[in-house]
């Protein structure tokens, strides 16, 4: 299997918080030395251990961003 690097760039916030002390992340991350995409994804305290996440571009967050303003979460 193949080997892959990553870089968290910046943590823009936590989602939430297991009881294990794992959080649920927003966070600008490289892969691969490629250029960092938003991600949102399961971290350990120490970011050494990761959960399966999404990555998406800024385009892409911007979709999501009005999708989500669209949702009226009264009705849920």
């Keep these: 299997m193949a080997e892959f ?4 760039k ?3 916030g936590v989602l939430s ?5 794992w959080e649920r992340q927003l966070n600008l991350v490289s892969w691969n030395d490629r250029e960092p995409k938003y991600d949102i994804r ?3 305290p120490d970011h050494t251990k990761m959960g399966k996440g999404i990555s998406m571009t800024a385009d892409e967050l911007a979709v999501l961003k ?3 303003a669209e949702i009226d979460l009264d009705e849920l």
Excluded: I, P, Q
């Excluded at 690097?5 to 968290?8: L, P």
């Excluded at 918080?17 to 002390?21: I, K, L, S």
């Design 42 to 44: 399961d971290w350990a």
């Design 5 to 8: 690097k990553y870089e968290v």
């Design 66 to 68: 009005d999708l989500l």
């Design 17 to 21: 918080t297991a009881a294990n002390g």
């Design 10 to 12: 910046e943590t823009l």
